[in-house]
């Protein structure tokens, strides 16, 4: 039997909200990923469905591999049409952000969802929600915001209108928010779900080859140079670490999207337990982290300590101002510190295998 995280009472604001508010702008984080991209379209659809005036907004360019998504023409890209964008929030009656726990993720759009008058709803699964919101759904629990639409359309009464399209978009965010439900994902209230959702009409087999299996030549030429050229062992710290400049992503044609995954991949050898990815980020002027961890590793707390970043205990990020030379040294001086924390947590990292 499915069990809903949220109850009647939980969804009672938003409910209500639905019969005064016609235009509904949902916003989710910048370097916008399957989970944000699907529980936003889903959620987006579903107010379509309801007959709302609703947007989707994504602070940058979305990867091609999520362009076969239902609605994902329709999307907005800050970066592209701010003008319109900071209209669009600034006339909305709601406000939903996806998939995010602080307004800083939505890069430019925030100073304009801050200065909002709408009503403001959070639906997301990061833990350490952030204000700024009137209603906060934060479920850190659950593998996906995408799942959490699920609860929340079902807690609204509304399980009936989970179309295929829309089944299909909280399909993709779990698929990709699990790794292929091969992370967190041992919840088996989440495949009741997702049987839920295969039931309403979801091809998960075109999902996955349209996600995993469409890689250009050159994604697949990039991964075999990072694997041989740029990842470094550190093994008495059970870590790795691969890097990526501009000029190297340049060589293979890299795409947006084009890097996705790499940093997972060091964690199929064995005795790694945290691996970290720094690349230079040319559109945005600095250096992005992405750590990944194994067990109760926290390497979100790698990205906050170190990075000014977070997200989840296994999957986080960050941010760096500075050259990639001096965004490795200051991962060094991160694992150097870390080495002697006497968190048991973070000791894992440092004992002999
Ligand atoms: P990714 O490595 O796939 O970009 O991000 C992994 C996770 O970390 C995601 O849940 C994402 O929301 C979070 N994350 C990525 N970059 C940042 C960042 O700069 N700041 C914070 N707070 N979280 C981030
Ligand atoms: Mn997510």
């Known amino acids: 039997m499915f069990k809903n995280v949220l109850t009647a009472a939980d969804v009672h604001e938003f409910k209500n909200w639905m019969t005064w508010a016609d235009r509904f702008v949902i916003l989710t984080h910048t370097g916008p990923d399957g ?11 579903f107010l379509r469905d309801k007959g709302k005036d609703a947007v989707v907004i994504v602070p940058d360019q979305a990867p091609d591999f999520l362009s076969w998504l239902p609605g994902f023409k329709d999307i907005h890209v800050y970066a592209a049409d701010s003008g319109v964008c900071d209209e669009l929030i600034s006339k909305a009656d709601v406000l939903c952000g996806l998939d995010f726990n602080t307004v800083s993720r939505i890069a430019g759009a925030s100073a304009g969802f801050v200065s909002s008058k709408a009503k403001k709803i959070m639906i997301d699964h990061h833990p350490y929600p952030g204000p700024d919101f009137d209603l906060t759904v934060s479920h850190p629990e659950l593998s996906s915001a995408s799942e959490l639409v699920y609860h929340f359309l079902c807690a609204m009464g509304q399980y009936k209108s989970i179309t295929e399209d829309i089944a299909t978009c909280m399909y993709t965010g779990i698929m990709t928010d ?17 049987s839920s959702l295969l039931d309403a009409g979801v091809d998960k087999d075109a999902a996955y080859a349209h ?5 250009s030549e050159s994604r697949l030429r990039l991964q075999g140079f990072v694997l ?14 691969i890097t990526l400049s501009s000029g190297e992503m340049e060589k293979f044609d890299c795409r947006k999207g084009d890097t996705e995954g790499l940093v997972n991949m060091p964690l199929q050898i064995l005795g790694i337990k945290m691996s970290v990815f720094l690349r230079e980020d040319s ?3 600095q250096i992005k982290l992405s ?8 390497c979100n707390r790698f990205a906050s300590d170190f990075f000014g970043g977070g997200g989840h ?7 760096f101002n500075g050259t990639l030379e001096q965004a490795v040294a200051r991962f060094m001086t991160g694992l150097k510190s870390w080495k002697k924390s006497t968190d048991d947590s973070i000791r894992q990292l440092f004992k002999q295998q």
Do not use: Q
């Open 178 to 194: 699990t790794g292929g439900f091969s992370y967190s994902s041992s919840d088996p209230n989440l495949f009741i779900v997702v």
């Open 291 to 298: 750590a990944r961890s194994t067990g109760s590793v926290p």
């Open 228 to 241: 041989h050229e740029k990842m470094k062992i550190f093994k008495d710290c059970s870590t790795a670490l």
């Open 283 to 285: 559109e945005r002027n």
């Open 211 to 215: 996600v995993f299996h469409s890689w």
């Open 35 to 45: 989970d944000a991209v699907g529980s936003s379209l889903a959620l987006c659809s």
């Open 313 to 319: 205990l296994n999957a986080a990020g960050g941010e």
